[in-house]
């Protein structure tokens, strides 16, 4: 979905950052024109965006890394049939970063190119509803936490001069595993982030992305199926070449341990699911009606789509891990306010628990040679966390339309 028709559905009128555009832009093109990049994780939704930003501004190299054939498959296809062709080399591969396969890989790139002068990640399990079991919520970690060390480490090795990588708002005061995992992640960077530096972005979500719920509504329409939203949770939501610009700056711009962030204005504020619902169906010329149940809502999709309605089911969240509204800092962090006109920057202003995050490596360690339990993995991550504020119901994701 293009971004003319994305805004109005999260509220909005004006695309975000365009002053920082208008006073970075050249030195942003400039610094791309000159560099090599691999972006890891690029054909998702933030990932592909952030690479459809960098191959605009014409790289030297630009590496693209996935796990999912197909969404490169897509990638490689839309950029050739928007933007074409560039002087530099563009290619893309597909295989995992915890793999021997991307120790080969950089390894042969070292040797022929010299190596990367950026490495982005953006490989991430990002759903709350990855808490669930014990195996995925293993794989969670690996991915958010251990992959990114391992990506981190390479791009010292390779002599980049800058990592970044993706976190979220859900790492601000986190309440669910997810959250939890990326704010491990960001300890660890800070642990041992500087060679090369590292900076981060935390970003709302992001609005239609590739397995969201509200991406999940086409899906639903084209199944002939109705559609569901909690009424009572608030989410900001950005466009996904606005997190592309967000993760551009913090990328080319950012210093070692900081986070960039958008701040908010007139054009960022929280809206809830249900009412993003009711203006996707509006956008379609479709009168959303609200059911009382799920059953009701199934069983009249034949009934109300011969009347251009749809039904919905709309209710109040009672899942695990889920948080009422987010945020994007927290009161321990230090925040510059100045540096730019709609984007924040949270500061590095200490050092992480170093003993805590060996604790967290060694009890993983001793976890995976072991039958280890959802419960052990949670209570490590209170452990962890300074203040992790974890909520438990009993309920998940999955149990839900």
Not at 182 to 209: H, Q, W, Y
Not at 304 to 325: I, R, V
């Amino acid at each position: 979905m293009d971004t003319a028709h994305l805004l109005p559905l999260i509220g909005r009128s004006e695309r975000l950052f365009q002053e920082d555009l208008a006073s970075h832009g050249e030195q942003l093109n400039s610094e791309v024109a000159a560099s090599r990049f691999l972006v890891i994780g690029g054909a998702g939704s933030i990932g592909s965006a952030v690479v459809l930003e960098l191959f605009a501004r014409s790289p030297r190299v630009l590496h693209v890394i996935d796990i999912s054939e197909n969404n490169l498959a897509e990638l490689v296809r839309g950029i050739r049939s928007s933007q074409g062709y560039i002087e530099g080399e563009f290619a893309a591969f597909c295989f995992d970063v915890l793999g021997p396969e991307y120790d080969a890989f950089m390894q042969t790139q070292v040797e022929a190119i010299g190596g990367y002068d950026y490495v982005l990640n953006f490989s991430a399990l990002k759903h709350v509803r990855s808490e669930k079991d014990p195996f995925t919520l293993m794989r969670l970690i690996d991915v958010n936490v251990y992959a990114t060390r391992r990506t981190l480490d390479w791009a010292g090795r390779a002599s980049a001069k800058k990592f970044f990588c993706v976190s979220t708002d859900k790492a601000a005061n986190p309440v669910n595993m997810m959250g939890g995992s990326k704010r491990i992640m960001e300890m660890f960077l800070a642990d041992e982030g500087g060679t090369p530096p590292v900076s981060t972005a935390r970003f709302a979500n992001v609005a239609f992305s590739d397995g969201s719920l509200p991406h999940s509504w086409k899906q639903r329409m084209d199944k002939r199926q109705p559609l569901a939203a909690p009424s009572d949770v608030k989410r900001y939501f950005v466009t996904d070449a606005e997190g592309a610009v967000l993760c551009l700056f913090s990328m080319l711009l950012g210093e070692n341990g900081q986070i960039f962030f958008p701040k908010l204005s007139e054009r960022l504020h929280l809206i809830t699911f249900s009412d993003m619902c009711v203006r996707y169906l509006e956008s379609l010329g479709i009168e959303a009606v609200s059911c009382e149940t799920e059953d009701e809502a199934r069983s009249r999709v034949g009934e109300l789509s011969a009347q251009n309605k749809w039904p919905c089911f709309f209710f109040n969240s009672d899942t695990t891990g889920e948080k009422d509204f987010e945020e994007f800092f927290t009161d321990r962090e230090s925040v510059d306010w100045e540096r730019f006109s709609e984007m924040g920057v949270v500061m590095n202003d200490g050092s992480p628990d170093a003993d805590l995050l060996r604790h967290f490596d060694d009890r993983i360690r001793t976890l995976r040679q072991a039958k280890w339990t959802r419960e052990d993995l949670v209570s490590l991550f209170h452990e962890v966390i300074p203040g992790f504020g974890h909520r438990e119901t009993g309920r998940f994701l999955d149990g839900r339309m």
